[in-house]
């Protein structure tokens, strides 16, 4: 068995000479709130799409649940998407929306459609139209409209976009309780890393059609967090020295550079033992990279707009 609810390889998307999806292979564990980061255009909603069910790969697997290629069909119902804008019905309640969706899923339960209201946050705009909703309300509920049938499988693509700060919040909010209280494997798609660094436990960066990185979150902060950068001419002269000093969360990233990611405040300290065993030092400083230019480089410089 996996330890991947979802798993792809391979996976490609082709419309005429153009590969909107280039031969991914994708790691989703059960239970991860998934970020899944590129820059528009970059083949996230394509991706989505083919995981979806929504449209068809031109080659490579689908594996989800334990199940691959014709068998998908039996766990697509496992499966809820909220792709591009909510498809709601302008004239109609929060309510009345979610109450047509039930149906649709032979449910008939006025419980059921309260607690999802509860749950996206909107039990209190009672009869009015969702064609007076804000963009926040709208997502919200969008979302209420995917969670119908208890899907252990969210994907959300791009939810946060064109939203203020507190819808951004709200939605986040949202996000951690569908994981922690029901339980779900949540997929999201972004262009802001800034955003989804707040929530996601795993990412998977992707620039024209190709995933670049698959990457935790603790791997990610400890690449953009704050560290001692130190330059010498032999790091391996280095080592024994904070081994003494009772370093122990620190790397060798290149030919010349060690990074240190505790202790920051002691980077004098680090100095003048290492100057006492003898080892030259070029350069020793505090440094750290913004989650955006760390995106930025990966996907090759700034965004033309």
Same mark, same amino acid.
């Given at each position: 068995?996996?330890?991947?609810?979802?798993?792809?390889?391979?996976?490609?998307?082709?419309?005429?000479?153009?590969?909107? +999806?280039?031969? +991914?292979?994708?790691? +989703?564990?059960?239970?991860?709130?998934?970020?899944?980061?590129?820059?528009?255009?970059?083949?996230?909603?394509?991706?989505?799409?083919?995981?979806?069910?929504?449209?068809?790969?031109?080659? /490579?697997?689908?594996?989800?649940?334990?199940?691959?290629?014709?068998? $998908?069909?039996? *766990?697509?119902?496992?499966?809820?998407?909220?792709?591009?804008?909510?498809? $709601?019905?302008?004239?109609?309640?929060?309510?009345?929306?979610?109450? +047509?969706?039930?149906?649709?899923?032979?449910?008939?339960?006025?419980?059921?459609?309260?607690?999802?209201?509860?749950? *996206?946050?909107? @039990? =209190?705009? /009672?009869?009015?139209?969702?064609?007076?909703?804000?963009? /926040?309300?709208?997502?919200?509920?969008?979302?209420?409209?995917?969670?119908?049938?208890?899907?252990?499988?969210?994907?959300?693509?791009?939810?946060?976009?064109?939203?203020?700060?507190?819808?951004?919040?709200?939605?986040?909010?949202?996000?951690?309780? $569908?994981?922690?209280?029901?339980?779900?494997?949540?997929?999201? @798609?972004?262009?802001?890393?800034?955003?989804?660094?707040?929530?996601?436990?795993?990412?998977?960066?992707?620039?024209?059609?190709?995933? #670049?990185?698959?990457?935790?979150?603790?791997?990610?902060?400890?690449?953009?967090?704050?560290?001692?950068?130190?330059?010498?001419?032999?790091?391996?002269?280095?080592?024994? *020295?904070?081994?003494?000093?009772?370093?122990?969360?620190?790397?060798?990233?290149?030919?010349?550079?060690?990074?240190?990611?505790?202790?920051?405040?002691?980077?004098?300290? *680090? =100095?003048?033992?290492?100057?006492?065993?003898?080892?030259? #030092?070029?350069?020793?400083?505090?440094?750290?990279?913004?989650?955006?230019?760390?995106?930025?480089?990966?996907?090759?410089?700034?965004?033309?707009?």
């Amino acid at each position: 068995m996996s330890e991947y609810l979802l798993a792809t390889h391979g996976l490609t998307k082709q419309f005429g000479h153009h590969k909107a +999806v280039d031969h +991914v292979d994708l790691h +989703v564990k059960k239970g991860s709130i998934y970020g899944f980061i590129g820059r528009n255009g970059a083949g996230k909603t394509t991706f989505l799409k083919m995981i979806s069910g929504l449209s068809q790969p031109t080659s /490579g697997e689908i594996e989800m649940f334990g199940y691959k290629n014709a068998q $998908l069909k039996n *766990v697509r119902s496992r499966i809820s998407c909220l792709i591009e804008s909510p498809g $709601l019905y302008g004239n109609m309640s929060a309510y009345d929306n979610l109450a +047509v969706k039930c149906r649709l899923f032979g449910i008939n339960d006025k419980r059921y459609i309260e607690n999802i209201l509860k749950t *996206v946050g909107l @039990s =209190n705009v /009672g009869k009015k139209k969702t064609k007076h909703f804000s963009l /926040g309300m709208k997502q919200r509920l969008g979302i209420g409209m995917a969670l119908v049938g208890e899907p252990d499988l969210l994907l959300l693509d791009e939810p946060i976009n064109g939203l203020d700060p507190q819808g951004i919040a709200e939605i986040r909010d949202m996000i951690f309780k $569908l994981r922690d209280e029901q339980n779900m494997t949540i997929i999201i @798609s972004s262009h802001i890393l800034e955003e989804l660094s707040k929530i996601a436990t795993h990412y998977g960066i992707i620039h024209n059609g190709t995933l #670049v990185q698959e990457i935790t979150k603790e791997e990610l902060m400890q690449r953009c967090g704050e560290r001692m950068e130190i330059f010498l001419d032999d790091p391996k002269q280095a080592l024994p *020295v904070l081994d003494q000093m009772g370093f122990k969360n620190y790397q060798v990233t290149d030919k010349n550079t060690i990074h240190i990611y505790e202790r920051l405040d002691e980077s004098a300290a *680090v =100095n003048m033992e290492l100057a006492k065993a003898g080892v030259s #030092v070029r350069g020793i400083g505090i440094t750290s990279e913004e989650l955006e230019n760390y995106f930025l480089n990966l996907t090759g410089g700034a965004c033309n707009a």
